[in-house]
């Protein structure tokens, strides 16, 4: 059974940073591209970013909104997901879902969201 | 990059058809063969429901359906149960450095 597990949320003010992690089982990691898109609260679904698979050159790229102040990473030797999240703002508040990207860049499955609440 | 434009609602009776529309741009649905389906109940993460346009993932019900015309791809639920009542989101591939693009969402109401 594929499972996705965020953790590393929680309330952090403006300017500050959080690493967000997701752990993951059911699949092979280190194959899968992974991404993490985030659900403001009442909001809609917003992509936040993508890491490639080692294989596939290991790249990242990220949003508009965020690219310069959030950088993905992954760790294949503990199937672990990572997004180092700088210079925050309150915008940033959200639940952050992590996914993989399967067939036809579509997202797979999904984590159940952590919550990140920037505010003073 | 704009999200892709959905209705805020659609409603329908139980064992009625409902469709979703989400329209993009040559830019993103009308170029790629990569729009996929989410629904999402209230307080729980997404689930694909529909990818590369017509797709149903294992598990996912033959009700749902997906298809495309020019820049608007759409979801029909036929058969309306009680839990199908949620939101749902497109998403597609597009040509710009967003990569992905997701629609504005629609609140499906079972009547």
């Known amino acids: 059974e594929v499972q996705l597990v965020e953790s590393g949320g929680g309330l952090v003010k403006p300017g500050g940073s959080l690493r967000l992690s997701c752990a993951a089982s059911?699949?092979?990691?280190?194959?899968?591209?992974m991404s993490w898109v985030r659900q403001a609260p009442g909001k809609g679904l917003e992509w936040v970013g993508r890491?490639?698979?080692?294989?596939?050159?290991?790249?990242?790229d990220y949003a508009a909104p965020v690219k310069g102040r959030f950088t993905i990473s992954r760790d294949d030797s503990k199937n672990t997901l990572y997004l180092q999240m700088n210079s925050l703002k309150t915008e940033d508040t959200a639940v952050y879902y992590c996914t993989n990207v399967a067939s036809g860049y579509a997202f797979d499955y999904w984590g159940q969201g952590t919550l990140v609440t920037v505010s003073s | 990059q704009s999200a892709l434009t959905q209705p805020a609602s659609v409603s329908g009776s139980p064992g009625q058809s409902i469709t979703i529309s989400c329209t993009g741009t040559s830019s993103d649905v009308g170029g790629y063969n990569y729009v996929s389906w989410y629904q999402q109940h209230p307080g729980k993460a997404p689930k694909l429901m529909i990818y590369?346009?017509?797709n149903r993932p294992s598990g996912v019900p033959d009700r749902f359906s997906g298809s495309k015309s020019g820049n608007t791809a759409s979801l029909t639920i036929s058969g309306l149960q009680a839990e199908d009542e949620a939101d749902y989101y497109c998403s597609s591939y597009t040509s710009s450095s967003t990569f992905y693009v997701f629609g504005t969402g629609t609140k499906v109401t079972v009547l």
């Open positions: 590369e346009v017509s």
């Open positions: 890491i490639k698979s080692k294989t596939d050159g290991g790249t990242t």
């Open positions: 059911g699949f092979t990691f280190s194959n899968a591209w």
